[in-house]
């Protein structure tokens, strides 16, 4: 099984930026596909990025483009979501999540806020 748990959320303003951080546990980490996704009050929760177990290019939703980049480090066992240019829109609660090779999400951390002000 596969333990997450996110870091790095916090208050920006506009146009800053932050990164956040998963921590995993468990075994074999390198062989799950890594995901970052975000809820936003009243919204469905949504995909923001993820890198496939693979080491392959990484996926990035549409409104994300240009500005997040996510990335791991399987010697560390985490995985990392630089986020950049920062709007308002961004603010939800960022979650970590893990797929074993191309599976379902079925690991997911608590989450970590995320406010962006204006």
């Known amino acids: 099984q596969v333990q997450l748990v996110e870091s790095g959320g916090g208050l920006v303003q506009a146009g800053g930026s932050l990164r956040l951080s998963c921590a995993a546990s468990?075994?074999?980490?390198?062989?799950?596909?890594m995901g970052w996704f975000r809820q936003a009050p009243e919204k469905e929760r949504e995909f923001v990025a993820a890198l496939p177990w693979t080491g392959k290019t990484a996926n990035y939703a549409d409104d994300v483009t240009d500005r997040f980049t996510i990335s791991r480090d399987n010697t560390k066992n985490a995985v990392y979501l630089q986020m950049n240019s920062l709007k308002p829109e961004d603010t939800a609660v960022y979650y970590c999540a893990a797929a074993f090779l191309n599976g379902p999400y079925t690991f997911w951390g608590q989450g970590t806020q995320v406010t962006v002000s204006s």
């Open positions: 468990g075994r074999t980490f390198s062989t799950y596909t």
